[in-house]
């Protein structure tokens, strides 16, 4: 377990789930993940204003903290797959509250004051 997941254990749930999910495209990561398997590549042409080296540090994490499984295969090119763990695909239920929440702000933003 990462060392920030560690120190949010001690303040509040809340603050474990913002430690395991926060961060640029994690939650993106999850939504694209429950559809299924993917690999690298395709991750990165859902999420094209994400550069590799974020993409790459965000799916590290979600691995450490055993959100995303990652699959290497021993072949050249090299090959390597995505898929979310039993706790990844618990965050259904969240990420499609998540999903719709998005969908109605943009639709209808507050208004500025």
């Not at 974020?54 to 994490?61: A, H, W």
Request: charge should be positive; hydrophobic fraction near 40%.
């Amino acid at each position: 377990m990462r060392v920030p997941v560690e120190r949010a254990m001690q303040v509040c749930p809340v603050e474990v789930a913002v430690s395991v999910l926060g961060g640029a495209w994690k939650l993106t990561l999850v939504k694209y993940l429950l559809e299924g398997t993917h690999r690298f590549g395709e991750l990165g042409r859902r999420v094209p204003t994400a550069n590799t080296k974020t993409l790459t540090r965000q799916l590290r994490e979600l691995e450490q903290d055993g959100i995303v499984a990652r699959k290497v295969f021993q072949q050249v090119p090299p090959k390597v797959e995505y898929s979310l763990t039993e706790w990844g695909l618990s965050l259904a239920p969240l990420v499609a509250l998540m999903n719709e929440w998005g969908t109605a702000f943009v639709d209808s933003p507050p208004s500025s004051r």
